[in-house]
């Protein structure tokens, strides 16, 4: 079975910066797409970023580009999230998971942006 595990979550002041780190276990995922989720309080769970299997080519929501990055490291199954210019309204937890998402989901990790 897959497991994610995501890291790297905090407190961050409007204006900083997080790293947030993704290690998947149970399968190989150097050819699969992988993404970025986030669930803020009320609000259900949306796509943030994905990075695909060959290539790399990524993609972002329009709300993040320009501020976030994402990259994965094939060889050791991880994958991050560069998250600059945090805004109070990314507060939220975040996930990785496949791309199309997969069950069952981690535990995500907490971000939390004060203005």
């Known amino acids: 079975q897959v497991q994610w595990v995501e890291s790297g979550g905090g407190l961050v002041q409007t204006g900083g910066s997080l790293r947030l780190s993704c290690a998947a276990s149970g399968r190989t995922f150097s050819m699969y797409n992988m993404g970025w989720y986030r669930q803020a309080p009320g609000k259900e769970r949306e796509f943030v970023a994905v990075i695909r299997g060959a290539g790399g080519i990524t993609n972002y929501v329009d709300s993040v580009k320009g501020r976030f990055t994402i990259s994965r490291d094939s060889a050791k199954n991880m994958m991050y999230l560069q998250m600059n210019s945090l805004k109070p309204e990314d507060t939220a937890v975040y996930y990785c998971?496949?791309?199309?998402?997969?069950?069952?989901w981690g535990q995500g990790t907490q971000v939390t942006v004060s203005s």
């Open positions: 998971n496949a791309s199309p998402p997969q069950r069952p």
